[in-house]
Protein backbone atom coordinates (compact mmCIF):
# COMPACT_ATOMS: atom_id res chain seq x y z
CA UNK A 1 0.00 0.00 0.00
CA UNK A 2 1.08 3.40 -0.87
CA UNK A 3 0.25 6.69 0.69
CA UNK A 4 1.09 9.62 -1.47
CA UNK A 5 0.19 13.40 -0.67
CA UNK A 6 -0.53 14.71 -4.00
CA UNK A 7 -1.39 18.18 -2.32
CA UNK A 8 -5.12 19.24 -3.10
CA UNK A 9 -8.48 17.62 -3.23
CA UNK A 10 -8.43 18.81 -6.86
CA UNK A 11 -5.25 17.34 -8.07
CA UNK A 12 -6.23 13.86 -6.34
CA UNK A 13 -9.74 14.21 -8.12
CA UNK A 14 -8.17 15.03 -11.51
CA UNK A 15 -5.71 12.18 -10.75
CA UNK A 16 -8.39 9.15 -10.22
CA UNK A 17 -10.94 10.30 -12.39
CA UNK A 18 -8.06 9.57 -15.34
CA UNK A 19 -7.39 6.58 -13.88
CA UNK A 20 -11.08 5.64 -14.27
CA UNK A 21 -11.28 6.97 -17.48
CA UNK A 22 -8.46 5.56 -18.78
CA UNK A 23 -9.72 1.87 -17.27
CA UNK A 24 -12.82 2.32 -19.83
CA UNK A 25 -10.93 3.61 -22.43
CA UNK A 26 -8.56 0.81 -22.39
CA UNK A 27 -11.74 -2.04 -21.50
CA UNK A 28 -15.45 -0.98 -22.90
CA UNK A 29 -16.24 -4.03 -20.74
CA UNK A 30 -14.34 -2.41 -17.22
CA UNK A 31 -16.04 -3.03 -14.28
CA UNK A 32 -15.82 0.28 -12.30
CA UNK A 33 -16.83 -0.17 -7.99
CA UNK A 34 -17.95 3.53 -7.46
CA UNK A 35 -17.98 5.35 -3.57
CA UNK A 36 -20.35 8.11 -3.00
CA UNK A 37 -19.77 10.89 0.22
CA UNK A 38 -18.37 14.39 -0.20
CA UNK A 39 -14.95 13.33 -0.99
CA UNK A 40 -16.46 12.24 -4.54
CA UNK A 41 -17.86 15.41 -6.26
CA UNK A 42 -14.59 16.64 -7.71
CA UNK A 43 -13.65 13.09 -8.71
CA UNK A 44 -16.70 12.64 -10.60
CA UNK A 45 -16.89 16.08 -11.74
CA UNK A 46 -13.75 15.52 -13.83
CA UNK A 47 -15.01 12.25 -15.02
CA UNK A 48 -17.81 13.49 -16.85
CA UNK A 49 -15.74 16.18 -18.35
CA UNK A 50 -13.15 13.67 -19.73
CA UNK A 51 -16.46 11.56 -20.64
CA UNK A 52 -17.89 14.30 -22.76
CA UNK A 53 -14.32 15.98 -24.25
CA UNK A 54 -13.47 12.66 -25.58
CA UNK A 55 -17.18 10.98 -26.27
CA UNK A 56 -16.18 7.81 -24.94
CA UNK A 57 -18.86 5.03 -25.43
CA UNK A 58 -19.30 3.41 -21.68
CA UNK A 59 -22.63 1.16 -22.48
CA UNK A 60 -20.90 -1.80 -22.08
CA UNK A 61 -19.12 -0.74 -18.49
CA UNK A 62 -20.36 -2.32 -15.14
CA UNK A 63 -20.73 -0.38 -12.07
CA UNK A 64 -21.05 -1.25 -8.46
CA UNK A 65 -21.65 0.88 -6.02
CA UNK A 66 -20.39 0.10 -2.25
CA UNK A 67 -23.37 0.85 -0.08
CA UNK A 68 -27.01 2.77 0.24
CA UNK A 69 -29.20 3.86 3.03
CA UNK A 70 -32.07 1.47 4.71
CA UNK A 71 -35.51 2.63 4.13
CA UNK A 72 -34.16 5.48 1.40
CA UNK A 73 -36.03 5.38 -2.01
CA UNK A 74 -33.99 5.98 -5.09
CA UNK A 75 -35.63 9.45 -5.50
CA UNK A 76 -34.59 10.87 -1.89
CA UNK A 77 -32.17 13.58 -2.11
CA UNK A 78 -29.68 11.85 0.32
CA UNK A 79 -29.90 8.37 -0.85
CA UNK A 80 -26.89 7.59 -2.65
CA UNK A 81 -28.70 6.16 -5.70
CA UNK A 82 -29.95 9.93 -5.89
CA UNK A 83 -26.26 10.71 -5.59
CA UNK A 84 -24.85 8.69 -8.14
CA UNK A 85 -27.44 9.81 -10.58
CA UNK A 86 -27.45 13.37 -10.11
CA UNK A 87 -23.68 13.46 -10.18
CA UNK A 88 -22.57 11.14 -12.63
CA UNK A 89 -25.36 9.12 -14.56
CA UNK A 90 -27.60 11.23 -15.57
CA UNK A 91 -24.61 13.76 -16.84
CA UNK A 92 -23.59 11.47 -19.37
CA UNK A 93 -25.77 10.28 -21.66
CA UNK A 94 -24.27 6.55 -22.68
CA UNK A 95 -24.63 5.94 -18.60
CA UNK A 96 -28.18 5.25 -19.58
CA UNK A 97 -27.56 2.03 -21.26
CA UNK A 98 -25.03 0.99 -19.19
CA UNK A 99 -25.60 -1.37 -16.13
CA UNK A 100 -25.55 0.81 -12.75
CA UNK A 101 -25.81 -1.39 -9.80
CA UNK A 102 -26.31 -0.02 -6.19
CA UNK A 103 -27.61 -1.93 -3.38
CA UNK A 104 -31.50 -1.18 -2.25
CA UNK A 105 -32.08 0.22 1.08
CA UNK A 106 -35.96 -0.05 0.41
CA UNK A 107 -35.76 -3.84 -0.27
CA UNK A 108 -38.73 -5.66 2.06
CA UNK A 109 -36.12 -8.13 2.72
CA UNK A 110 -32.89 -6.46 3.14
CA UNK A 111 -30.72 -9.79 4.00
CA UNK A 112 -31.97 -11.23 0.69
CA UNK A 113 -31.37 -8.06 -1.00
CA UNK A 114 -27.74 -7.79 0.60
CA UNK A 115 -27.09 -11.54 -0.77
CA UNK A 116 -28.39 -10.95 -3.82
CA UNK A 117 -25.86 -8.15 -4.08
CA UNK A 118 -22.82 -10.32 -3.14
CA UNK A 119 -23.76 -12.74 -5.78
CA UNK A 120 -24.24 -10.06 -8.52
CA UNK A 121 -20.79 -8.87 -7.72
CA UNK A 122 -19.18 -12.68 -8.08
CA UNK A 123 -21.04 -13.31 -11.18
CA UNK A 124 -20.23 -9.86 -12.69
CA UNK A 125 -16.82 -9.17 -11.32
CA UNK A 126 -14.46 -8.71 -10.16
CA UNK A 127 -14.08 -5.21 -10.21
CA UNK A 128 -11.26 -3.61 -11.92
CA UNK A 129 -10.70 -0.58 -10.15
CA UNK A 130 -12.31 0.39 -6.54
CA UNK A 131 -12.50 4.03 -5.85
CA UNK A 132 -12.63 4.45 -1.91
CA UNK A 133 -13.76 7.13 0.59
CA UNK A 134 -12.59 6.81 4.66
CA UNK A 135 -15.25 7.96 7.65
CA UNK A 136 -13.94 9.60 10.65
CA UNK A 137 -13.76 6.74 12.33
CA UNK A 138 -11.67 4.63 9.32
CA UNK A 139 -14.69 2.95 7.94
CA UNK A 140 -15.10 2.16 3.99
CA UNK A 141 -18.32 1.35 2.54
CA UNK A 142 -20.21 1.46 5.70
CA UNK A 143 -18.23 -1.00 7.61
CA UNK A 144 -18.09 0.34 10.72
CA UNK A 145 -15.21 -0.41 13.58
CA UNK A 146 -15.55 -4.06 14.58
CA UNK A 147 -17.13 -5.29 11.16
CA UNK A 148 -16.01 -9.30 10.98
CA UNK A 149 -13.03 -8.76 8.07
CA UNK A 150 -14.85 -11.88 6.19
CA UNK A 151 -18.17 -10.40 5.64
CA UNK A 152 -20.02 -10.08 2.58
CA UNK A 153 -22.46 -7.46 1.67
CA UNK A 154 -24.28 -6.92 4.96
CA UNK A 155 -26.48 -5.41 6.77
CA UNK A 156 -24.77 -2.48 9.08
CA UNK A 157 -26.62 -0.96 12.15
CA UNK A 158 -24.52 2.89 11.84
CA UNK A 159 -22.57 4.36 14.65
CA UNK A 160 -23.33 7.55 16.77
CA UNK A 161 -20.40 8.98 15.26
CA UNK A 162 -20.79 8.32 11.61
CA UNK A 163 -24.88 9.59 11.90
CA UNK A 164 -23.56 12.41 13.42
CA UNK A 165 -20.52 13.35 10.43
CA UNK A 166 -23.06 12.29 8.02
CA UNK A 167 -25.67 14.38 9.30
CA UNK A 168 -24.01 17.38 7.29
CA UNK A 169 -25.54 16.30 4.49
CA UNK A 170 -29.55 15.95 6.01
CA UNK A 171 -31.47 19.21 7.28
CA UNK A 172 -31.59 17.48 11.03
CA UNK A 173 -29.52 14.86 12.63
CA UNK A 174 -32.37 13.02 13.30
CA UNK A 175 -33.37 11.99 9.42
CA UNK A 176 -29.86 10.42 9.37
CA UNK A 177 -30.89 6.45 8.52
CA UNK A 178 -29.52 4.28 11.42
CA UNK A 179 -28.85 1.17 9.09
CA UNK A 180 -27.50 0.70 5.74
CA UNK A 181 -26.95 -2.01 3.56
CA UNK A 182 -23.02 -2.15 2.83
CA UNK A 183 -21.01 -4.57 0.52
CA UNK A 184 -18.67 -6.02 3.09
CA UNK A 185 -14.73 -5.94 4.01
CA UNK A 186 -14.19 -9.20 2.22
CA UNK A 187 -16.49 -7.95 -1.20
CA UNK A 188 -14.48 -4.94 -1.47
CA UNK A 189 -11.13 -7.22 -1.05
CA UNK A 190 -12.33 -9.07 -4.23
CA UNK A 191 -11.53 -6.07 -6.64
CA UNK A 192 -8.33 -5.94 -8.98
CA UNK A 193 -7.25 -2.59 -7.94
CA UNK A 194 -8.46 0.06 -5.11
CA UNK A 195 -7.76 3.85 -4.90
CA UNK A 196 -8.62 5.18 -1.83
CA UNK A 197 -9.29 8.81 -1.12
CA UNK A 198 -8.98 11.39 2.03
CA UNK A 199 -9.12 14.80 2.09
CA UNK A 200 -8.93 17.30 5.24
CA UNK A 201 -7.94 17.58 8.63
CA UNK A 202 -10.60 15.33 9.56
CA UNK A 203 -9.51 12.46 8.00
CA UNK A 204 -5.94 12.76 9.08
CA UNK A 205 -6.04 10.73 12.30
CA UNK A 206 -8.00 7.51 10.06
CA UNK A 207 -4.97 7.61 7.57
CA UNK A 208 -2.59 8.38 10.52
CA UNK A 209 -3.37 4.40 11.61
CA UNK A 210 -3.82 3.07 8.08
CA UNK A 211 -0.31 4.44 7.97
CA UNK A 212 0.56 1.75 10.82
CA UNK A 213 0.68 -1.01 8.48
CA UNK A 214 -1.07 -3.41 10.59
CA UNK A 215 -4.83 -4.62 10.11
CA UNK A 216 -6.91 -3.53 13.10
CA UNK A 217 -10.47 -4.64 13.48
CA UNK A 218 -11.45 -1.12 15.00
CA UNK A 219 -10.47 0.32 12.13
CA UNK A 220 -11.92 -1.11 8.83
CA UNK A 221 -9.79 0.08 6.27
CA UNK A 222 -6.36 -1.52 7.52
CA UNK A 223 -8.14 -4.78 6.27
CA UNK A 224 -6.37 -2.64 2.89
CA UNK A 225 -3.08 -3.95 4.07
CA UNK A 226 -4.46 -7.60 3.10
CA UNK A 227 -4.58 -6.40 -0.31
CA UNK A 228 -1.18 -6.84 -3.15
CA UNK A 229 -2.54 -3.30 -5.09
CA UNK A 230 -3.94 -0.35 -3.11
CA UNK A 231 -3.24 3.23 -3.25
CA UNK A 232 -3.88 6.26 -1.38
CA UNK A 233 -4.21 9.94 -2.42
CA UNK A 234 -4.30 12.45 -0.07
CA UNK A 235 -4.13 16.51 -0.25
CA UNK A 236 -1.76 18.45 2.70
CA UNK A 237 -4.59 18.29 5.34
CA UNK A 238 -5.15 15.06 5.28
CA UNK A 239 -1.29 13.73 4.65
CA UNK A 240 -0.11 11.74 7.78
CA UNK A 241 3.57 12.61 7.68
C1 LIG B 1 -19.94 7.67 4.18
C2 LIG B 1 -19.91 6.57 3.09
C3 LIG B 1 -18.51 6.22 2.73
C4 LIG B 1 -17.72 7.48 2.57
C5 LIG B 1 -17.52 8.14 3.91
C6 LIG B 1 -16.89 9.51 3.83
O1 LIG B 1 -20.52 7.26 5.35
N1 LIG B 1 -20.65 5.40 3.39
O2 LIG B 1 -18.52 5.42 1.56
O3 LIG B 1 -16.44 7.19 2.06
O4 LIG B 1 -18.70 8.14 4.65
O5 LIG B 1 -17.79 10.47 3.39
P1 LIG B 1 -17.34 11.90 2.91
O6 LIG B 1 -16.62 11.71 1.64
O7 LIG B 1 -18.63 12.64 2.72
O8 LIG B 1 -16.48 12.47 3.98
Known amino acids: MKITNLGS?????FYVACELYKQMNGDKHSK??????GTMVDVYRFLVELLHKNQLDVSDVITFNLDEYV???SNHPQSYHYYMNDILFN?????TTTQTYIPRGDADDLDQEAKRYE???DELGPVDIQILGIGENGHIGFNEPGTDLNSPTH????????IQANSRYFEHEAEVPKQAVSMGLASILKAKRIILLAFGEKKRA???KLAQKEVNKDVPATILHA??????????AAAPF
Open 155 to 162: IVDLTEST
Open 91 to 95: QYPYF
Open 227 to 236: HPNVEIYVDD
Open 32 to 37: LGLATG
Open 119 to 121: QLI
Open 9 to 13: QSYAS
Open 71 to 73: GLT
Open 206 to 208: AIT
